[in-house]
């Protein structure tokens, strides 16, 4: 385990749209061009893309301040700090 600290590109979480059934891959470094999700900016740091499938079709909270002990899901973390 590392105690590198995430980027925080976003103090809220992102709504997107996802496809049930459909693979995504949640930025859990920050870095990424392609928020919420991964675009391989992470390369070179201690953090990987969260893989996760939309279980249903429609809108999802993904985390945008990378806080979160839940990932890829917003649990709160952005209203602490
Ligand atoms: S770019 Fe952030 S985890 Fe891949």
């Known amino acids: 385990m590392s105690d590198e600290e ?3 590109p976003q ?7 996802v496809k049930e ?3 995504y ?3 859990s470094c920050g870095k990424s061009k392609n928020q919420p ?4 900016s992470h390369a070179g740091t201690s953090f990987e893309p969260v893989p996760f ?6 809108t999802m909270s993904l985390c945008g301040c990378k806080k979160t002990d839940d990932g890829p899901h917003c649990d709160g973390a952005h209203l602490l700090y």
Request: aromatic residues 16%.
């Open 6 to 8: 995430p980027e925080s």
């Open 11 to 17: 103090m809220s979480p992102y709504m997107v749209e």
């Open 21 to 23: 059934g459909k693979q």
């Open 25 to 27: 891959f949640w930025c």
């Open 37 to 40: 999700f991964c675009d391989g």
């Open 53 to 58: 499938v939309a279980e249903k079709t429609g």
